[in-house]
């Protein structure tokens, strides 16, 4: 079946410094790629998303490129700021099928920036 | 558009206890999704509305919960009788043609304690 795996957190990083949050996936054919970030107390909202091999998904100075050669998805950022403390989720739809409803994702990255 | 409405936000009853969720999606939604949030599984599906008509409930952990979508505009997840490992963070999501890739608006999650 389909599966995500992303870094365990937390990450815990000073503002400006560089972010990674590595994502890998494992599905047949050909997925969209997303991530969805959840402030505290919110609900999930998406942040960026790839439906193709080679895409990049850029929002809010975040980027990811759709790698289907490693089946991977990271996500970046180069000047994290306080405000984008969350939990980040790498999520994986399929993109064809009966079952191309249904968003399968990670366990969650808990990222802290401090000031 | 006020986005996906749950309520309650918080929720704690006791363990044997009737618990209703509801959820009213944005309007022009034609998907509505269930998921269930927690520490040990993460994000899981419970349940896929297309067109008010549940898709898919293999999500659904067992009998005790039950999905209703009555019109466009509403649906309630509801368990029966309560115990303490339905403990989580229970979201609505809704969303246009979601299987074309279009995005997926989460809900800011009910609580729900069983004690």
């Known amino acids: 079946g389909n599966s995500v795996t992303q870094m365990e957190g937390p990450v815990t990083l000073s503002e400006e410094a560089f972010l990674t949050i590595n994502c890998t996936y494992t599905a047949t054919g050909y997925p969209s790629l997303f991530w969805y970030v959840q402030y505290p107390g919110e609900g999930l909202q998406l942040l960026l998303k790839?439906?193709?091999?080679?895409d990049k998904g850029s929002n809010k100075g975040f980027e990811a490129t759709y790698r289907k050669e490693t089946t991977s998805f990271h996500l970046e950022k180069g000047s994290v700021q306080v405000s984008d403390s969350a939990v980040y989720f790498c999520?994986?739809?399929?993109?064809?099928?009966?079952?191309?409803?249904?968003?399968?994702f990670g366990k969650g990255t808990l990222l802290t920036v401090n000031p | 558009d006020a986005g996906v409405i749950q309520s309650p936000r918080h929720e704690v009853t006791e363990m044997g206890q009737e618990v209703t969720l509801r959820c009213k999606p944005i309007s022009g939604h034609n998907s509505l999704f269930w998921y269930r949030q927690t520490m040990m599984r993460g994000l899981e599906l419970l349940i896929y509305?297309?067109?008010?008509?549940?898709?898919?409930d293999s999500g659904m952990p067992e009998d005790r919960f039950s999905a209703k979508m009555p019109n466009a505009s509403f649906s309630t997840l509801k368990i029966q009788p309560s115990e303490p490992r339905d403990s989580a963070v229970y979201f609505c999501a809704s969303s246009f043609r979601f299987r074309e890739n279009t995005e997926a608006f989460f809900g800011q999650g009910t609580r729900l304690t069983v004690v």
């Open positions: 790839a439906t193709k091999a080679d």
């Open positions: 999520a994986l739809k399929p993109g064809s099928g009966g079952s191309n409803y249904k968003l399968t």
């Open positions: 509305f297309n067109n008010n008509v549940p898709i898919d």
